[in-house]
């Protein structure tokens, strides 16, 4: 089965410049993460979805990040214009809900991660 | 607010020797507890989990975790680490009946040597 795939896994910008990173999440999962991982900070939630619907924003930096949900199998997120301290690498991660699919708690909580978007802004 | 510290940036253990790495937490509740690896330039694998019941955990790859909820830790274990296991470690919490906001530790980053 295909896992999370994120596009592009590189990416270098100049500042300024907009960038669209991509998520398909595993078929038939119902929730979809952005993090946003630094040396600085860590791991960070941007901002998540449950059955497409943006359900908490409140780690999106600034109103130069939005994200997308437009379907259950894509994802974008976007920042416009771009800045040096964006560089980072953002994560797409998806679960299933198992209270939906009845499948117990042993499904609950695991994440599965794409293998990241590496995002270089000169 | 939750919350997920690891105390240890970085480790250095011998290949075949015992490896513990700590993570303590912060939660109002019985939280669920999370442990991912990340291989480099990959994304986050889950080693394993615990939502209830027995406080010893069984995961991937021969690791294992403990929690103890009197100390508020989960700490990570395997008995003979290998060559391959050199990785970075994220020890995460998650609120009970949920997994949204699930939140994680700094990361330990483990190095083994011959």
């Known amino acids: 089965d295909a896992g999370v795939i994120q596009s592009p896994r590189h990416e270098v910008t100049e500042m300024g410049q907009e960038v669209t990173l991509r998520c398909k999440p595993i078929?038939?999962?119902?929730?979809l993460f952005w993090y946003r991982q630094t040396m600085m900070r860590g791991l960070e939630l941007l901002i998540y979805?449950?059955?497409?619907?943006?359900?908490?924003d409140s780690g999106m930096p600034e109103d130069r990040f939005s994200a997308k949900m437009p379907n259950a199998s894509f994802s974008t997120l976007k920042i416009q214009p771009s800045e040096p301290r964006d560089s980072a690498v953002y994560f797409c991660?998806?679960?299933?809900?198992?209270?939906?699919?009845?499948?117990?708690?042993?499904?609950?909580?695991?994440?599965?991660f794409g293998e990241g978007s590496r995002l270089t802004v000169l | 607010a939750q919350s997920v510290t690891q105390p240890d940036i970085h480790i250095t253990v011998s290949e075949g020797a015992s490896l513990e790495l700590r993570c303590n937490y912060s939660?109002?509740?019985?939280?669920?507890l999370f442990w991912y690896v990340q291989s480099p330039g990959q994304g986050l694998q889950l080693l394993l989990k615990?939502?209830?019941?027995?406080?010893l955990v069984q995961g991937i790859k021969g690791f294992e975790a403990e929690f103890k909820r009197s100390q508020s830790s989960f700490n990570l274990r395997k008995p003979s680490v290998h060559w391959s296991d050199a990785a970075e470690y994220f020890c995460?919490?998650?609120?009970?009946?949920?997994?949204?906001?699930?939140?994680f530790g700094t990361g330990t980053k483990l190095q083994v040597i011959p």
């Open positions: 995460a919490v998650g609120p009970s009946g949920g997994y949204q906001k699930v939140t």
């Open positions: 615990y939502f209830s019941g027995d406080t």
């Open positions: 979805f449950n059955n497409n619907v943006p359900i908490d």
């Open positions: 991660a998806s679960s299933l809900d198992s209270r939906k699919s009845g499948t117990g708690a042993a499904n609950t909580g695991e994440l599965f």
């Open positions: 939660y109002g509740a019985t939280p669920y």
């Open positions: 078929s038939g999962h119902d929730y």
